[in-house]
């Protein structure tokens, strides 16, 4: 009787099958990881210039003095001009991609500065100014955009977007 020593060629082709089964199942795994994390980033990036872009509207429209008359219970678009408790004027303005504030001595700006990061682009923004009457009430804004990614490669289903809507109710009010 001989002895066998070695594989069968079946038994070698079982193994490099399992292998290959098992090898590509990890590789997908590990791909699918990737590609959460990349779209949690993108989304917490969308997220925090959302959320920062907000709070700045939220505490100075909440501390401004007052909001002009002539934007009173209408929908000013996508601008609103507040005035300050120095006495200047601040505007938020997010015509472009961005969130803008303009501030300084109505109706020359003095300082112009972007809220939003360039990597994210405002769009669909809408203030709505409602003045009570008679004014025994503040004044509030409603105030809602969406917030997106941009210049992303990636595709559709993992682009980041957020809706963000808010009311704010001046606190020092006539």
């Known amino acids: 009787m001989k002895l066998n ?14 292998i290959s089964v098992l090898g590509t199942l990890t590789a997908e795994t590990f791909l699918l990881g990737i590609r959460a994390q990349a779209k949690s980033e993108v989304m ?22 007052d909001i002009e008359e002539a934007q009173c219970n209408s929908d000013t678009g996508q601008t609103l001009t507040i005035q300050n408790p120095d006495g200047n004027y601040t505007t938020f303005d997010c015509t472009g991609s961005v969130m803008s504030s303009i501030s300084g001595i109505f109706p020359v700006p003095t300082v112009s ?5 360039t990597r994210v682009a405002i769009e669909e923004c809408n203030f709505r100014i409602i003045c009570p009457t008679p ?7 409603f105030l809602n955009f969406k917030v997106s990614q941009t210049g ?11 809706e963000y809507q808010t009311t704010v109710s001046l606190r020092n009010y006539q």
């Open 5 to 18: 020593k070695g594989y069968s060629l079946i038994e070698l082709l079982v193994v490099i099958t399992l």
């Open 44 to 65: 917490k990036e969308v997220k925090q210039n959302a959320d920062y872009v907000g709070q700045v509207i939220d505490n100075m429209v909440r501390n401004s003095i």
């Open 113 to 117: 500065l972007n809220l939003s990061s």
């Open 135 to 141: 004014p025994l009430n503040p004044k509030y804004v």
């Open 152 to 162: 992303s490669s990636l595709p559709k289903e993992q682009q980041a977007s957020i």
